[in-house]
């Protein structure tokens, strides 16, 4: 099946700093997602990522849909306490019988210091 | 409007015992997920219903999970004999259809079998 391998783990960081995770697929993606899960709830939508390097932005985030279409990164600028939560990407292959299904990172856990 | 809401939002059980979990999803939405977390992991695909059509079970780990959908809106996933590794957080999401890719979470039900 398709394997997504989503990166760093978890990372530290000091408030103001910026933040970059990426993901990258054995396989081709139509498209792309980016959710952040804050303890306790369920994980919410941040971007959605449609077309081979196609660049978003959504306030201080940004993601990009990688040309290969096999990867894709998601920046975080001027980080504050809030960011603190986990991070998946997703991903959707239009091909094969399972169109509907999403493909799911592990997860970056970010933890931000004031 | 309201997003999806689950229930219980905790649930700690006996092993053995049967549990049923409950997922409204967003009005109007005709696709619904039903996935489990388990700690440091990914989402992990385990049902998936779109209107009336035959469910996409492929996803359950044992003859132990099933979920029905009435009336193509609430859903139940019912775990029998529950296990020790049962335990996770259970997620349901929906979306406004298959060809929809972007997919809106509840906030989770934790299960906990001791």
């Known amino acids: 099946g398709q394997q997504l391998n989503q990166s760093p783990q978890s990372m530290f960081i000091q408030e103001g700093e910026d933040v970059s995770m990426n993901c990258t697929s054995s396989?081709?993606?139509?498209?792309w997602l980016w959710y952040k899960q804050d303890p306790g709830e369920g994980p919410v939508l941040l971007i959605a990522?449609?077309?081979?390097?196609e660049l978003t932005s959504n306030g201080r985030l940004t993601a990009q849909f990688g040309i290969t279409r096999k990867d894709s990164f998601l920046n975080i600028s001027a980080s504050i306490p809030s960011d603190v939560g986990i991070y998946f990407c997703?991903?959707?292959?239009?091909?094969?019988?399972?169109?509907?299904?999403?493909?799911f990172g592990k997860g970056t856990l970010l933890t931000v210091n004031p | 409007g309201a997003g999806v809401s689950q229930s219980p939002s905790n649930k700690v059980t006996e092993k053995g015992k049967d549990v049923e979990l409950r997922c409204d999803p967003i009005?109007?939405?005709?696709?619904l997920y039903w996935y489990r977390q388990s700690l440091g992991q990914g989402l992990e695909f385990l049902i998936y219903?779109?209107?009336?059509?035959?469910?996409?079970k492929s996803g359950l780990p044992s003859d132990r999970f099933s979920a029905e959908r009435t009336g193509g809106s609430v859903s139940t996933l019912t775990i029998q004999r529950t296990q020790q590794e049962d335990s996770a957080v259970y997620l349901c999401?929906?979306?406004?259809?298959?060809?929809?890719?972007?997919?809106?979470f509840g906030p989770g039900t934790r299960l906990l079998v001791l």
């Open positions: 999401a929906s979306s406004p259809g298959p060809s929809s890719p972007t997919q809106y």
């Open positions: 396989s081709i993606f139509n498209t």
């Open positions: 990522l449609y077309k081979a390097g």
């Open positions: 997703a991903g959707r292959s239009d091909s094969g019988g399972s169109n509907y299904k999403l493909t």
């Open positions: 009005s109007g939405h005709t696709a």
């Open positions: 219903f779109q209107g009336n059509s035959a469910p996409d």
